[in-house]
């Protein structure tokens, strides 16, 4: 670990955030501490992680959310000051670590397939693919 490495990871200590484990797919909910002049007050920001960048004390991750029929996206850095907390409200079971396609869709497409635990799955009569595929079959 070089000397810069070993800096950051101090710093991240001293700071003390507790971020949350969240994946691209995952719908969240960042507070965001807002300073309007004197006023400060806590803005909530709900919408699914489409990037995330891990780099240490530079980590950040990109939301998106539709508001008014726009989609907006706006980039948090990870151990910014200005975020309050980070909440999961749901996790999305998706198959890419950036979800670009995500702009170009709207409406039903644009939605994510929910992540089920292993054990809900099971509840619901999934069978879980375990084991090399049976031969015979061609």
């Known amino acids: 670990m070089n000397l810069i490495e070993q800096l950051e990871s101090e710093e991240i200590t001293r700071l003390d955030k507790t971020i949350p484990d969240f994946a691209p797919g995952d719908t969240v909910i960042v507070n965001v501490k807002v300073v309007e002049g004197e006023r400060k007050r806590i803005q909530a920001y709900e919408g699914v992680v489409i990037a995330k960048r891990n780099r240490g004390l530079n980590s950040a991750f990109t939301v998106r959310k539709v508001s008014s029929g726009e989609g907006v996206?706006?980039?948090?850095?990870?151990?910014?000051?200005?975020?309050?907390?980070?909440?999961?409200k749901r996790r999305g079971d998706v198959?890419?670590?950036?979800?670009?396609?995500?702009?170009?869709?709207?409406?039903?497409?644009?939605?994510?397939?929910?992540?089920?635990?292993?054990?809900?799955?099971?509840?619901?009569g999934i069978k879980a693919v375990t084991g090399a595929p049976k031969a015979g079959l061609a």
Not at 73 to 88: D, N, V
Not at 97 to 103: G, H, N, Q, S
Not at 106 to 122: D, F, H, N, Q
């Open 73 to 88: 996206e706006r980039t948090f850095q990870s151990y910014s000051p200005l975020i309050a907390s980070i909440e999961i």
């Open 95 to 124: 198959r890419r670590a950036k979800l670009y396609y995500l702009r170009d869709r709207s409406g039903k497409s644009a939605r994510i397939r929910e992540k089920l635990p292993a054990r809900a799955a099971a509840k619901k």
